[in-house]
């Protein structure tokens, strides 16, 4: 498993290797500038006209900020500098020597890189927060363009990805170092400072990998046309060696023609499914940076309006602000996650874990904890189980987030104007198979749009993109969560106006596992407090520490925090007691994991400690792991308390 995990990261973001010999390498890059020559043309174009268009941008601020008149005139001269420098470069695109792609290459970087300089300056210029606010998000936006827009190779990008962070680093260090006046408090603007690099860090990662991989599919293209051109010369030289035959060979020249023509034919579809799925990334990559931004946004208002409500002693709307930014918090981590769930679904390097169980238990702990947003949303959930138990064979938590996203979405599109508002979820059972029908009298699916349902980012009905609907993946996470899973099906019949019903085909088995539904943390309620409980809490990341210690201290929970499998070697002879629970980061500073740190504590204590394992990891070996829970970062607060909470009850039973 380790392996997979690693050839992953390789696969993810490693660069392309180039053409063995260097003359094939040449080759490709004369092909590469020709390809894109036309498409980089328009987007430096695109590029001016964006720039430019920020100048009424600037303007409508000065109207709106007192604060900002006084630096108008600095942005307007960088931004009429930005837009001269731009347009010379955008000329230089249209030289003869541009279809060169190293030239191409640093005219393409010095473009982008003067883009980034000048809005770095304006950032410096322009007076805090409005800065942050309103102007970070331009890095963003050039970052889109040095990823899916103009096409850069991997190497020249990941170069320049790098000193654009370093940049950023500075700018942002320097605005949180420059918030005079009614923002001066230091922990505020340094909030700005460490939310502005997280996702800056994140979307350079996403980056990197986006452009790496359209290289790669450039590359594999560029092979397979070569192939083909090598066959079709073979086939040429074939079809001139027939010529000279006499006319009884005609049948055996006409079969061959056909054939040349399929491999066309195939060289063509090649290249259009390449540039389908080149454009389908660059468009999920600005539909990802959107949907993260929004929240972003809403984020920063609120704590900005919150810092502003409690300067003035008014603590019930800084309370009810800061709850608000908790709720855009939640939105940011749900659209992360999800974007993150896609990535790992699709990589390849996820394998279903089959085992057999009982399938109506799998529903009926799915349903639970949705009965409450169906009765929010005024839906009456059903279920139409059946008598007995019909045991299946699948992979339970593949298959329970498959139903789980297929009911909430059935939920969320309920047709509130009819006066009863219907999820129903039946088992039926067949010979050798078992069939799950979700069916719901909503707003229906139109039969022009069965085909975008699993689409990212699709909404029906949803253009004002209302959060409370989703974000458009969970449907998109269902389709690939069942590519993984052989021998399931799944089937959409849908009238608009009438509702949907989603059929869900699994195999059976007369094999019991010992498989247990365990409920997800997610939708589970702290049922104890958890004070007094006495936790070790192994983490290296200096921030994430001290955020939970901060949750830790404020629900009363005793702990004991260290950064590594040394600090808690030298930590152990102090202990007073036996701790109650143990919760650590997967991987450790010097090749330590949380398998190390188990066995440490299990040898010193001789005793079982219950477990959380609370990882970043895409992957992990849940095989070494056994007997832990293992949370996934970002995890929110609520689901690491229930999760202590669970196991603070099971020591309260042993004891």
Known sequence: MLSNVLQFFRLTFRAPDPFEPDSTEQEFLRDYAQRFLAHRRAISIMAVVYWSAYLVWDLFQALQSSEFQHVLSYVLLLRLFGVVCLTGYACLSFQKSFVNEHYATRVLIAMISTAYLLLGLILIVVPFPINHMYYSPGLFEVMIFTYGMFRLRAKPAIRLTFVFLLFSEFVYAFMANDSGGQYSSHTFSMYYFLFSS??????????????????????????????????????????????????????????????????????????????????????????????????????????????????????????????????????????????????????????????????????????????????????????RLGSGKTVVRSDPHLLSRVLTNIIANAIKYSDRSKARAVVLVGIVRLPNRVRIDIIDNGIGIPPHHWENVFKPFFQLGNTERDREKGIGLGLSIVKSSMMLLSEHRIDMRSIEGRGTRFSLDIPRTDDLGTFKIIKDAEQSPIANDVSGLYVIYVEDDVLVRASTVALFQEYGILYEAVGSVSELKERLPLLERIPDLLITDYRLPGGGTAKDIMQLMSRYFDADIPVIILTGEVQTSRTELIGADVLSKPSSPEVLLAAIAARGQKVSEMA
């Open 198 to 383: 997280f996702y800056l860090i994140s979307f350079a990662i996403i980056g990197c990998a986006i452009v790496i991989e359209l290289e790669r599919t450039a590359r594999r293209a560029f092979f397979r046309e070569r192939e083909l051109s090598f066959s079709n010369n073979s086939i040429k030289a074939k079809n001139t060696e027939l010529e000279s035959l006499n006319g009884a060979l005609e049948d055996s020249k006409r079969d061959t023609e056909t054939k040349t023509a399929a491999l066309v034919g195939v060289k063509e579809e090649a290249r259009l499914s390449a540039e389908r799925s080149n454009l389908n990334k660059s468009q999920f990559l600005a539909d990802a940076a959107h949907d993260l931004r929004q929240p972003m946004q809403a984020l920063s208002n609120l704590l900005e309006a919150a810092q502003h409500a409690s300067l003035r002693a008014d603590h019930n709307a800084s309370g009810q602000l800061l709850a608000n930014a908790q709720t855009a918090l939640r939105a940011a981590r749900s659209s992360f996650n999800a974007i993150l769930d896609i990535s790992r679904l699709e990589s390849g390097f996820v394998e279903a874990q089959y085992s057999s169980f009982e399938i109506d238990d799998l529903v009926t702990e799915i349903i639970s904890p949705l009965r409450l947003a169906a009765a929010e949303r005024g839906v009456t959930l059903r279920t």
